[in-house]
């Protein structure tokens, strides 16, 4: 309701309260009164949660089963274009394979979307006939491939380099390519450089190794994806950012958010990065569909319930039916307003203390 702002200052406020208690001036009567206050905010809180979890069970949509794919790649071998052919084995051997819950293994017999995660491939795979022709056999159809991968365009004069992007592509079965989004919020110093040339003339260079790094696409938008609802794409920490993450405009049906973290390792930084994610399905009203290289995979529903995941550091595939949204949220419709009308509350109350004191 009031948004990941709103929150933040809740915790804030509640748990300093108990501060309150240390404060022995005479100016200070009941100092009880902040701490009993914080508990039972707390407790309408979770009373409210329960009973909106409660009245509000998870729904499907018709006709929707997702194939997420979890290859686990190791960075070393993710942006290796020698290991080409390596890592298309793997994707297309793990897309097909059972797992140990009895997911996968009958091809992608029933699946109507494949789902590979973020910069799949270390090549452009608009200019490797061979990955689109095996992309085209692996596919049956009537099912779909998401996938990330690296985009290139010719240069916009004699002599440039090529521009790069961060990109999701919408690929059928017969490898034709049905919509594509370009990463708009890139990550400084690992898709691009500030003051990228003069950084790249002295020997340095970001995370992703792309020369010039990659460029920023012209706006977030729907992405059309056959058989389903218009999807979101976000790509990495796209998703993290509150209020910005959706853009204004027709509603989308599911937030979709391929990543990599595998940067990362076993550390907390994936678990930080999946928990965002839920909290912006929870802000949002939306499904939350997710595919990590190393993990965390999973389908959130729209009140943060996770229906399946994939552990941290696991090769894998997940299938899950896709979550419908509920209806927007009161954050969708007012926004950060909630979060700003708390603060104002709070200092109003601070400057009239501080006025009655003097």
Known sequence: MIGLWGL????????????????????????????????AVLALMAIYGA????????????????????????????????????????YLTLSVRQNADGSGGDG????THLIWPESAFPFLLTREPDALAQIANLLPEGTVL?????????PLRPGGGLRAYNSIYVIDHDASILGVYDKTHLVPFGEYLPLQSLLESVGLQQLTKVHGGFLAGTRRRLLTIPHAPAALPLICYEIIFPGAAVPAGPRPGWMLNLTND?????????HQHFQQARV???????????????????VVDPLGRIVKSLPLGTEAVLDA?????????????????????LVGAALLWAFRRRIQKY
């Not at 998401?146 to 010719?154: F, V």
């Open 51 to 90: 009973g909106r979890l409660s009245a509000l069970p998870t729904a499907f949509v018709d006709g929707v089963k997702l194939r997420i794919m979890q290859p686990n790649l190791p960075q070393d071998v993710k942006f290796n274009y020698s290991a080409r052919a390596d890592v298309m084995r793997r």
């Open 8 to 39: 933040t200052f809740l915790a804030v406020v509640i748990f300093a309260s108990p501060a309150v208690l240390a404060d022995d001036r005479a100016d200070t009567p009941r100092p009880w009164l902040a701490p009993a206050a914080s508990i």
């Open 262 to 270: 595998g940067w990362f390792g076993d550390s907390t930084g994936p």
């Open 108 to 111: 992608l017999n029933g699946i």
């Open 321 to 341: 039916a896709l979550p419908k949204p509920v209806d927007p949220p009161l954050y969708v419709r007012i926004g950060d307003s909630g979060a700003l009308i």
């Open 146 to 154: 998401i996938t990330g991968a690296a985009r290139g365009e010719p």
């Open 280 to 298: 912006r399905a929870i802000e949002e009203g939306l499904p939350l569909v997710r595919s990590a290289n190393t993990g965390i995979s999973a």
